[in-house]
């Protein structure tokens, strides 16, 4: 009989655990379930450029949310005369979005700074707010990425410089917190009339690069401290030209321009132009050109990049966009998947930049005299410039928010294009940060002593 109780009590708790088992089950499907449909039914992607050709008098700034549940559009307003929108990078509670600018003030034109929360305006106005930024009055800021702490800004500065005898056009590089505008553009060796088009932030420092078409590139390392300048060592692997695009994606860099692809491990660069050659066939082949074919967009999904190009931003020549995927060792035409009017253009296209958000890949650039917005997901092209070519002359910047998996993060950073959401904890009596990637495939953990990749 005891025994006979003692089995009918064990079923018994059987039940209940198997029962626990399911509703936590199900309480934790339907939970994350609804936080992913929450997410996405949040998702959105900012479109920037203009409506005008490039530097003409009737040129005026154009930036959209486009929200992807719906794909209806919001209108927003970064600077309220003529002007452009050349890039944009989030810090974990807002972007900043910025280009170049009329300022109605007594300084003239001037690059402007845009905060935007994903839903409201936290700060538009010309950097003249700001002491410490006469150099870069009627100048453009081309590239943004954060750290954590500071915005890097990358650019052009037309103000009076004493480390520049001609007191005209130079490289303009400055770090903005969110409040204090801190210029650097003294620091850079070697100071000529070029911009500086592109940053990226790999959690230790930042490449940036640039140089105009038909002329030498420039590539610097930035620590938050020293300038180092690597254009010399780049020089002596191919004839590297306008710096366009970089970014990280974890493990190396990709850094393209004007008639170049590279990777950098942070201690050697590799050429890899013949290979994207190959790929695109001689319609659009790279050759170290002085111009104008140039590789303009990087983008990292967490497993391969897409990247894309054609003539450089601010430059219409008669070329034709195309697009590769690269899985770090090979290259994959997809140029055959690019909407027809950006494949087939009357007399030239462009892509300006990509971006990975919800599962999709997302392209800004131009086609003859319209911008062009699109998508690439699981092989299928969907054509969006519906939504804003009857605004848009050039889409030069786009951007989106990835998902993450990290609902409760403490804090959130991003690299290489992807966001980072990081939390910290306890564990014996070292503290571990735990960084969660918004491709969703890795975890690392940060302790004192090591960094542990745990696979999701």
Not at 147 to 167: A, E, F, I, V
Not at 179 to 208: C, E, K, M
Not at 369 to 374: A, K, P, R, V, W
Not at 434 to 451: L, M, V
């Amino acid at each position: 009989m005891w025994s006979n109780l003692c089995r009918r009590r064990i079923g018994l708790i059987a039940i209940l655990l198997i029962l626990a088992f399911g509703i936590a089950t199900v309480y934790w499907l339907g939970n994350n379930l609804w936080l992913n449909n929450s997410a996405r039914n949040r998702a959105y992607v900012l479109v920037g450029g203009q409506r005008g050709g490039w530097f003409e008098a009737v040129q005026t700034p154009e930036l959209y949310r486009v929200a992807l549940r719906d794909l209806s559009t919001e209108s927003l307003t970064p600077v309220s005369s003529q002007g452009t929108v050349w890039t944009g990078s989030w810090n974990g509670s807002q972007w900043l979005i910025s280009g170049w600018g009329t300022d109605s003030g007594p300084q003239g034109s001037n690059p402007y700074l845009y905060l935007y929360d994903g839903e409201n305006q936290v700060v538009g106005s010309s950097l003249n707010q700001y002491e410490n930024e006469a150099t870069w009055r009627g100048g453009d800021i081309f590239g943004v990425s954060y750290n954590g702490s500071d915005w890097l800004l990358s650019g052009l500065g037309s103000g009076s410089l004493k480390s520049w005898s001609p007191q005209s056009n130079h490289m303009g590089l400055a770090l903005f917190d969110g409040r204090t505008f801190t210029d650097l553009s003294s620091q850079i060796p070697d100071q000529w009339d070029a911009p500086l088009f592109a940053n990226d932030w790999n959690g230790h420092y930042w490449l940036v690069g640039g140089g105009w078409e038909g002329n030498e590139g420039e590539l610097y390392r930035y620590d938050g401290a020293n300038l180092t300048d690597l254009s010399q060592q780049l020089e002596s692997v191919l004839p590297f030209h306008s710096v366009q695009t970089i970014h990280w994606n974890g493990n190396y860099w990709l850094i393209g321009g004007m008639g170049f692809l590279t990777r950098y491990d942070g201690q050697r660069f590799a050429d890899l132009t013949p290979q994207l050659d190959a790929a695109i066939g001689s319609q659009h082949k790279l050759s170290y050109s002085l111009c104008c074919n140039s590789v303009n967009a990087l983008a990292w999904n967490g497993t391969s990049w897409t990247i894309g190009g054609g003539s450089p931003v601010a430059v219409t020549q008669p070329l034709t966009a195309w697009s590769v995927n690269f899985d770090g060792t090979n290259f994959t035409d997809l140029t055959a998947s690019l909407p027809p009017s950006v494949a087939r253009p009357s007399h030239s296209s462009s892509i300006l930049s990509i971006a990975w958000v919800d599962g999709s890949w997302f392209f800004g650039g131009y086609a003859d005299d319209n911008g062009t917005f699109f998508s690439i997901a699981n092989s299928t092209t969907t054509d969006l410039s519906n939504l804003v070519n009857s605004d848009f002359t050039v889409v030069n910047w786009v951007g989106g928010l990835p998902q993450t998996p990290m609902i409760n993060a403490k804090s959130f950073h991003e690299v290489g294009g992807l966001l980072f959401a990081s939390d910290t904890k306890a564990r014996g009596q070292n503290s571990i940060r735990r960084d969660y990637r918004s491709d969703s495939r890795f975890i690392e953990e940060h302790s004192a002593n090591a960094t542990t990749v745990l696979q999701i």
